[in-house]
């Protein structure tokens, strides 16, 4: 009886250490792909800026007044934790730089010479593994920050010098895809954000009178393309 007893428990002792030898390796595959993962892209911004609503028009533009924001290309660095295999949170970095013209009633105008905007964005990733392609989905908070508004030639001419365009929280939401280049931690990587933000516009003379606001659908489509690596 004793010789039976020690033999299910050695039996036991053999099949639990077993498991415990199988049981890491899904978990060690998944750790060896690294909780960072850092991306460099070269980065479209293409926003609308069209005029959803005119806030001030002291300055007496007329009827049917549009605008639109000029697009741009720029690099962006991309950081990305993983705080489990398919789950991340993600954050951008990057500037880029437009101007704002006339359309409708005042096409062929410069409103906004130049302005600088630094998209602060967080977003929560979900990846869905499909072998070695890895799509995922995003969403989350931003809070555009504008620098060095300039007011446009067509702007300044009407004795308006200086705008000034308020920073803005918004929502962003993301989809895109990972693609792996082997097992050194290298990869490919393709990504669209649409931004939804409404920022208001401020004109104002030199002595600081504000005689035109107005509010714009600013709502870029961002799109990457680049190369990534994860540690």
Known sequence: METTMTSKINLLIGAAALAALAAPAP????????????????????????????????????AGTQSFASDNVVPTLAVEYFFSPNFSVETICCLTAHHING???????????????????VTLKAHMPLGPIKPYVGAGPTYFIFI?????????????????????????????????LGAN?????????RYFVRPVAHWSTAGGAELLATRHKLDPWVLSAGVSYRF
Do not use: C, M, W, Y
């Open 185 to 193: 931690g290298f990869g490919l990587s393709l990504d669209a954000k």
């Open 103 to 121: 359309a409708g009633a005042l096409a062929g105008t410069n409103l906004v010479r130049t302005v600088k905007i630094l998209p602060a964005t």
């Open 27 to 62: 978990t060690l595959a998944q750790d060896n792909q690294g909780k960072l993962q850092i991306k460099l892209l070269g980065t479209a911004v293409l926003p609308d800026g069209k005029i959803s609503k005119v806030r001030n028009n002291a300055a007496g533009v007329p």
């Open 148 to 180: 060095s508004e300039k007011s446009g030639t067509t702007t300044t001419a009407l004795g308006l010098p200086k705008n000034k365009i308020d920073d803005k929280v918004g929502f962003a939401l993301q989809a895109g895809v990972d693609v792996p």
